[in-house]
Each structure stands twice: as C-alpha cells, then as structure tokens.
C-alpha cells in the first residue's frame, strides 16, 4: 500500500511506520490519521507482520499533536465527531494483537502524547518531551489522553499535567513509567527492534491474547479475569501450546507456528 503522509517498511517481521511530516512537527492532519489507520490494517491484515514501530520523522518531533489549523471553526458536533474518529484509530491500535512500540524520538505532544500512549508500550530518545499543552488552546485531549495518561502515571501526576499543560522530559517520563527505556536517538529503533525480535521468539497466539487480557483492565465492560480465564483455556488448543509444554520437557527450544 502506499502512502502520501508515512512511511513505512518491512524488515524481519517489524513494520516500521514513520509520521511523516517533519516541516510540521509531524503533526496529525486528517491525511496521517488517515494513514496511521490504514497503516494499522496492515498490522492486522498482513501476516508477514509480526510487530509494529510508530515514531516520526527528523530528529525534533514524534508528533507536536493534532493539526491545530484543522481546529479552528469547528462546531461543537465536528468536535465531537473528530474526537471519535481519533479515539476509534488509537483504540486500534491499543487492541492489535501483534505488538505495536512507540519510539518517541523528541515532542510527542497533545495528540502526539495520545498515540504514544495508545501504543503497548514506549521507548524515548533522551531529546523527547512529552505533555498535553491542548488547555492552552482552550481544549482537553480527545484521542484519550485523560484516560491513558491517568492509567500509564497515575491521577494525581496525570492531573498535574493535564491541568498545568506542563511538559516532562524524557528521564521524567521514564520516572513516571511512561516509557520503558530512554536511549540516545540513533540507538531508538534498534532497542525496540531487539525487544521485538525477542517477542517474536514466544507463541504468537499467546502474546496476543495477552495484550487482549492485559488490556481488560481498563475496559469496563469486561471482567479481566473473565478474558484471562478464557484464554488462557483456549491456549490449550493451540498447536503452541504442545510445542512449548514439549520443548520445554525435551530440554529443546520451542519453534512456534502461530496456530
Ligand atoms: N499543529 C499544526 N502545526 C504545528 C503543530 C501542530 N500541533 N505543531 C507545530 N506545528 C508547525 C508550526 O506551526 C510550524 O509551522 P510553520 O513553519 O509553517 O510556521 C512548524 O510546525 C514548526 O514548529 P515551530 O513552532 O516553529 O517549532 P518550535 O521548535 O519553535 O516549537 C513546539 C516546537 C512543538 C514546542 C511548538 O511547535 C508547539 O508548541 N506546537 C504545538 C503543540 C500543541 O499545542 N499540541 C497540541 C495540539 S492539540
């Protein structure tokens, strides 16, 4: 597929997806986001792909958030329905059941902090900045910055950020267990790629499933425990399963195939 505001790549099973738009701070205009969901359909559709990496373009922004040249006008319904579209693209991303790592190489802000946060999980360059400034714009965040910020840093700093616009640096960010690990920006994409291809050892049906369950805790219309009980039967009927319990009896490294 090919794409007017992204780019992207296929290497060893990892789908790189790189916002482009580095003379605007990578910011989300309709056509990224269009992209981005596209993009995360790939994630889904393709079975060559086996994990994803978002990060931007250039070394000064992941993504400086929505286009604010897109706000200005709106109706209260056009915000509404913005929001959802948003929200709709980020929960994709949350629920893929391939990994999808955010590599926040400098300002993820506003919607930029929203799609880092809609990844598994994050790793920063030690340039990055991470806020959600959208209150000096007389807006709160829409694509569920006030939801994934208080789940990944807890209310009390997620108040204090939402409410002061503040921006934290990456070793704040780190502190707070937004990211997993900070590095220097050459060294971004190559640390996830080597969590990735550690991943990519372990039984594919059963990393996904525990995304779906880990992700039950924050949806209050399952029982997490519900969704881990289940799947964790249902793996009993996966040809892994056979093949992990077997390897690990034979003293012998398991070869998955995914079913
Ligand atoms: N929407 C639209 N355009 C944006 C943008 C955004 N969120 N963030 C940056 N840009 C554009 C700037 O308007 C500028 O465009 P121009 O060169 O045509 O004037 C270009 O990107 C470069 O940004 P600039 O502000 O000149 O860079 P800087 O290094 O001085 O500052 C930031 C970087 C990220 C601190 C600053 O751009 C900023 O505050 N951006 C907005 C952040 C924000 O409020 N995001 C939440 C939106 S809901």
């Known amino acids: 597929m090919s794409y007017q505001n992204i780019l992207t790549s296929l290497e060893n099973g990892i789908?790189?997806?790189?916002?482009?738009r580095p003379d605007k701070m990578n910011a989300l205009n309709a056509g990224v986001m269009q992209d981005i969901s596209d993009a995360v359909d790939e994630v889904y559709n393709n079975a060559d792909i086996k994990a994803a990496i978002i990060t931007g373009a250039g070394t000064k922004a992941f993504v400086?958030?929505?286009?604010?040249?897109?706000?200005?006008?709106l109706t209260v319904a056009q915000g509404k329905a913005l929001a959802k579209k948003g929200q709709d693209i980020?929960?994709?991303?949350?629920?893929?059941p391939k990994p999808i790592v955010g590599c926040i190489n400098g300002f993820a802000l506003g919607g930029g902090c929203e799609l880092a946060m809609s990844c598994h999980f994050r790793l920063a360059s030690d340039n990055a900045k991470f806020g959600?400034?959208?209150?000096?714009?007389?807006?709160?965040p829409g694509y569920g910055?006030?939801?994934?910020?208080?789940q990944l840093i807890g209310k009390g700093r997620a108040m204090e950020l939402l409410l002061s616009a503040a921006m934290i640096d990456a070793?704040?960010?780190?502190?707070?267990?937004?990211?997993?690990?900070?590095?220097?920006?050459?060294?971004?994409?190559?640390?996830?790629?080597?969590?990735?291809?550690?991943?990519?050892?372990?039984?594919?049906?059963?990393?996904?499933?525990?995304?779906?369950?880990?992700?039950?805790?924050f949806d209050e219309t399952k029982n997490g425990y519900a969704v881990e009980l289940d799947s964790f039967g249902e793996c009993f009927g996966t040809e892994d399963v056979k093949e992990g319990t077997s390897a690990?009896?034979?003293?012998?490294?398991?070869?998955?195939?995914?079913?």
């Open 132 to 140: 959600q400034p959208e209150v000096n714009l007389g807006l709160i």
């Open 64 to 73: 400086a958030g929505a286009d604010i040249s897109e706000f200005h006008g």
């Open 171 to 217: 070793n704040a960010a780190l502190q707070y267990g937004l990211v997993n690990y900070v590095t220097t920006q050459e060294e971004l994409l190559n640390k996830a790629k080597s969590i990735l291809a550690v991943i990519a050892t372990k039984a594919p049906v059963a990393v996904s499933k525990c995304i779906a369950a880990a992700n039950a805790v």
């Open 145 to 150: 910055g006030t939801q994934r910020l208080t």
């Open 248 to 259: 690990f009896l034979e003293k012998r490294k398991a070869i998955f195939k995914g079913r």
């Open 15 to 20: 789908f790189t997806i790189t916002i482009n």
């Open 90 to 96: 980020f929960f994709k991303i949350e629920n893929a």
